[in-house]
C-alpha cells in the first residue's frame, strides 16, 4: 500500500521559508512524475511544481524562482523549499506521485496524494 506523508508546514511571515518533505511508503520516487499541488478554500487544486518522467523540473509561473523541487532518492523523500514567501502562497500543500507501468512507462494520472498540510502566510 502506498503512503504519502507531508511534514514541514506551518506559519511564517511574508519574505520568510518553509521546506515541506514528503515521504513515501511503498513507493519510490524515481522515473514517474512526482510534485507539488496546492488548494485554497473554493479553488481548485493546482499544480506547483513538478519532476517530469524526464527528470526535469517545472514550476508554476507564480512560484518560478522562488520555490524548488528536489528528491533525496536513498531517503525517498520529495521536497519542496519555499523562499521569499508571499501571503498568497498561503494554501494546503499536497505532494503527488504518478504510479509506474511496465517500465519505460508511467500511467499518466496522478495515483498518490498526501493528507495535505497547511502552510500560511502572514503579512
Known amino acids: 500500500q502506498v503512503q504519502l506523508a507531508e511534514s514541514g508546514g506551518g506559519s511564517v511571515q511574508a519574505g520568510g521559508s518553509l521546506k515541506l518533505s514528503c515521504v513515501a511508503s511503498g513507493y519510490v520516487f524515481s522515473r514517474c512524475r512526482r510534485g507539488w499541488y496546492r488548494q485554497v478554500p473554493g479553488k481548485e487544486r493546482e499544480l506547483v511544481s513538478v519532476i517530469t518522467d524526464q527528470g526535469k523540473a517545472v514550476y508554476d509561473d507564480s512560484v518560478k524562482g522562488r520555490f524548488t523541487i528536489s528528491v533525496d532518492n536513498g531517503q525517498n523523500t520529495m521536497s519542496l523549499q519555499m523562499n521569499s514567501l508571499k501571503t498568497e502562497d498561503t494554501a494546503v500543500y499536497y505532494c503527488?506521485?504518478?504510479?509506474?507501468?511496465?517500465?519505460?512507462?508511467?500511467?499518466?494520472?496522478?495515483?498518490?496524494w498526501g493528507q495535505g498540510i497547511q502552510v500560511t502566510v502572514s503579512s
Open positions: 503527488a506521485a504518478e504510479a509506474p507501468q511496465l517500465h519505460p512507462y508511467c500511467s499518466g494520472s496522478w495515483d498518490y
